[in-house]
């Protein structure tokens, strides 16, 4: 399968990076999430941002994930572009973000870090040595600072012409997305046209899975495969009752993986809804969502296409509505190859390869998934 | 839309009855799950079959859910065919079966209990009054007693002419469908061909979904939309990382409402396994899946079209493979219209509208879905 990538931009919207005064953050840090670095030359730091890697019985040098390069290098993300047929990467930090910062403090790395994002990313689009590759960034917001700040942050950021939108979180300000001290910050979002990339990052509790002991038997699949997309789920969900798309119905999300698993089970979850004898009862919402779960899909909603299968990746252009909805992701550095990683990526290809499924007749529809929505929707100049 | 039933079956598998044992023994009981009795006169019972329904702030009579006759009248579950167009139904005791009796009741009341289900169906098929209505059964299981029970009842049902295959939880025997202690029962299953109509219970912790505040907010809309699915999608993964459908290759199961989530999941848990570095290490399982899930889902797995949408619906029917594998439900006596009972349920309205929605130009498509894989697949006489 060809990608040509003088006819048409490839946009991957799903890509993360450290940058270095994130890395500088992690690296200071001793409880996660944190970067271990160790004593041994020639071996890479462990990056630890998840409570279950924090294995307190496995040295620290064996917890976590590897840091490389691949990281927090902007060469790094050229080269994986290039081998890729990538010509943009709309760059945002990876989970969790600023989340578990103390309030003081996280306005001023919030503007570090972003500040850092929009000046790797002009000098990017203006060296000639990177012709053909334009880099464009998700902001962060720094969520546990007051709402003020909070919106501060998000009016600076539209003065900071390659910053698109912000990834943000499910925990929102500490209590999840339904929490009613969102209000100010959606308003902020909605006004500003602010595109939300949500990513899940906490999952689900161990117990979900059987406990750690079962979870620990086939490594981090059932939190990866499972708890991610079931996090992300269950976020919008808990958005969609509360009603935030009726209260905001300006608002606009990009969701990871393709949604999680809402495009799913959008239908069960209006099916309940409609079934529900006491939404209103023990103090419960004084009215269920105004419009259905597909009108939100359909108008607040976008998805990426980081979904590694046909079936889910049809699902998700159907609920979406339409497929100027879906856009193309990757997910790197995560899920490189185990071996040989200057190859193309198994997990890069599988997500061409569903696109390419879906549309074997369309060159349209997958230009639009490739690259045409993400130029559209986010407004890169490319 | 038309469903003649004249021309073509139309098979609901995914149907649940309480049969008068059943109400007889958890009317006995006063821990979850049990059936309250109202001293007041014209008051339903009262059925609490979720530890989140028994809110002992409420009292007996306002917690869980109105049982009527619905969930135990043959003559309500025929008429409620009739209204559907429904020619046969296989009826299965609603969850959570016998999960929670002590071992020496177990088998006598799996056996009592199976024996009033093949009686009804027997005495419906047989009966003149009710041409035109066919009754089949999945058997239940007395999984808390000893492995040699639970076999002798799986090979006892063969005898059972109206029994076409027994209904499960996911916790097995007490520890998951990836407990190695299944595999005995999972040998048996496989060698008397008797498929397994796995179906959710448990949901997920609260805390997955903020707590029991966040919950009560939309009744049970989070525990039924999400968690029921989400705890399919877990228990059936489980089985899959831990190498059931290795051992066990002829072992057939059908997933409750199109398998939790699984079809839109299965590509992103295909890519965490092929990601995995460590699955062997820290006392993970000593190798991954041997055949891809995509493999399993081809040739171990039928889905319910108990999806409520399109999108979900097309995702199914992809998963599967193939159209052949995917069967109409209604999930009645559950989801029952909010007012006007006596004419045709929403519920079921909506998963019949994604399936003529499916293949709007295929009536053959739309048979097998509606009746003639159930047919098929369970050996139904009609």
């Not at 990608?3 to 450290?18: G, K, L, R």
């Not at 193309?328 to 550095?333: A, E, I, K, L, S």
Request: glycine share 8%.
């Amino acid at each position: 399968m060809a990608y040509s990538t003088a006819s048409h931009p490839v946009v991957d919207i799903h890509t993360h990076m450290y940058p270095p005064s994130y890395i500088k953050l992690l690296s200071s840090r001793t409880t996660v999430p944190y970067i271990h670095q160790p004593s041994t030359a020639g071996t890479d730091p462990r990056l630890i941002i998840l409570a279950s890697d924090d294995d307190a019985s496995r040295p620290k040098s064996a917890r976590g994930r590897p840091v490389d390069s691949t990281y927090s290098s902007f060469d790094e993300k050229r080269r994986f572009m290039t081998t890729h047929g990538i010509t943009c990467s709309v760059i945002s930090l990876a989970n969790p973000w600023l989340d578990f910062l103390d309030p003081a403090s996280a306005l001023p790395t919030a503007q570090e870090i972003n500040d850092d994002l929009e000046r790797a990313c002009a000098e990017n689009n203006t060296s000639s040595a990177h012709a053909g590759i334009k880099l464009y960034a998700f902001g962060c917001l720094p969520l546990s600072a007051s709402a003020k700040d909070i919106v501060s942050e998000i009016h600076r950021l539209k003065s900071l012409p390659h910053v698109k939108g912000v990834i943000m979180g499910t925990t929102g300000l500490g209590n999840g997305l339904d929490d009613p001290a969102l209000d100010e910050i959606y308003a902020a979002l909605a006004s500003t046209s602010t595109l939300v990339f949500l990513h899940p990052h906490y999952g689900l509790p161990d117990s979900a899975f059987g406990g750690p002991e079962v979870i620990a038997k086939s490594g981090h699949v059932l939190p990866l495969a499972l708890g991610f997309p079931l996090e992300t789920t269950i976020a919008v969900s808990r958005m969609y009752l509360s009603g935030v798309f009726d209260r905001h119905p300006q608002v606009e999300f990009l969701l990871a993986h393709s949604g999680g698993t809402l495009p799913f089970l959008a239908g069960r979850i209006e099916s309940c809804v409609a079934h529900e004898r006491e939404f209103v009862a023990n103090g419960g919402y004084k009215q269920g969502p105004q419009r259905s779960i597909w009108e939100v899909l359909h108008s607040n909603i976008y998805l990426d296409a980081v979904i590694y299968g046909q079936p889910g990746l049809k699902a998700a252009i159907e609920a979406a509505g339409s497929v100027d909805r879906v856009m193309f992701g990757t997910d790197h550095p995560f899920f490189p190859p185990l071996e040989n990683e200057d190859e193309k990526w198994l997990s890069v290809e599988s997500n061409k390869g569903a696109i390419d499924g879906c549309y074997p007749q369309d060159a349209e529809a997958k230009k639009k998934i490739l690259g045409g929505n993400a130029v559209r929707v986010l407004g890169l100049e490319l």
